[in-house]
């Protein structure tokens, strides 16, 4: 069964797309620990981010630098933060995850409430 980043990518369920390309697919994660709180997935369905070839593990690492930097852009912050982990969705993803200091990547805290349109109105701003 298609995991449900496979559905998004396929557009069978809705997302805040903030890029994509023919191999992969960023959109902003719908728990969010800071708005601008983007998901960056490769297309190619793979549980274990590790499993996937070395091109591209490669490219999602490339395609996740180009997301960072617009995220950079649009959302006030000292840094991106790329994080990997979590095992809810069997689908790679890495988090990227606006921070300004290092308690700001606690997926343990609650997360943001944000309404639909102040998710399209942040993933239109990393979009540019
Ligand atoms: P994890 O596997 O622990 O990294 O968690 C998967 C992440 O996907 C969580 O941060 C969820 O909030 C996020 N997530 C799950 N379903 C959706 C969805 N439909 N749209 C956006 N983000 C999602």
């Known amino acids: ?11 069978e369920i809705p997302s805040y797309r903030v890029a994509e390309d023919d191999r992969f697919y960023a959109f902003l994660d719908i728990n969010p620990l800071a708005e601008g709180h983007t998901l960056v997935v490769p297309k190619q369905e793979v549980d274990y981010i590790f499993d996937l070839d070395g091109d591209t593990l490669a490219g999602l690492t490339l395609f996740a630098q180009q ?6 852009q649009a959302i006030p912050c000292k840094r991106v ?9 069997p689908h790679a993803h890495i988090h990227l995850i ?3 200091s290092e308690s700001d ?6 997360k943001l409430q944000l309404t639909p349109a102040e998710f399209e109105a942040i993933a239109e701003r990393i979009r540019g």
């Open 1 to 11: 069964m298609a995991t449900i980043f496979t559905k998004i990518i396929n557009g």
């Open 67 to 72: 997301v960072a930097g617009k995220i950079r």
């Open 81 to 89: 933060a790329m994080v990997v982990l979590g095992l809810e969705v």
């Open 98 to 100: 606006p921070i300004n």
């Open 105 to 110: 990547v606690d997926f343990h805290k609650p």
